[in-house]
Nanobody, 124 residues
Framework: QVQLVESGGGSVQAGGSLRLSCAAS????????LGWFRQAPGWGREAVAL???????RTADSVKGRFTISQDNAKNILYLQMNSLKPEDTAMYYC??????????????????WGQGTQVTVSS
């Protein structure tokens, strides 16, 4: 069973930075895909960044150039470095995993393992 625990959220002023971490267990990079998602109040959940077992990444246009996804396979930790934060980045951020089918960089694929989320609030 895959288990995911996020940390690192908080409140920051616009232009600031945060790094989210996701401690993952019960998975391997050769069998699962990992990603970061977010959900703002009144909005649906959206994919933010995805990564595959070769450390290739894909980020949403809304965060491209500002957010970077990475992973430490030795420690089973997924990261999301968020720079130049904007008020519109305010959301609950979730780490997610799915069984590897097709490309891990496909935004249309559904994920079946989720963490509890960590809140990010950006003030203007």
């Amino acid at each position: 069973q895959v288990q995911l625990v996020e940390s690192g959220g908080g409140s920051v002023q616009a232009g600031g930075s945060l790094r989210l971490s996701c401690a993952a267990s019960g998975y391997t990079s050769s069998t699962h895909c990992l990603g970061w998602f977010r959900q703002a109040p009144g909005w649906g959940r959206e994919a933010v960044a995805l990564i595959d077992n070769l450390d290739r990444t894909r980020t949403a246009d809304s965060v491209k150039g500002r957010f970077t996804i990475s992973q430490d396979n030795a420690k089973n930790i997924l990261y999301l470095q968020m720079n130049s934060l904007k008020p519109e980045d305010t959301a609950m951020y979730y780490c997610a995993a799915r069984t590897w089918v097709g490309s891990c960089l496909d935004f249309s694929q559904g994920y079946n393992y989720w963490g509890q989320g960590t809140q990010v609030t950006v003030s203007s």
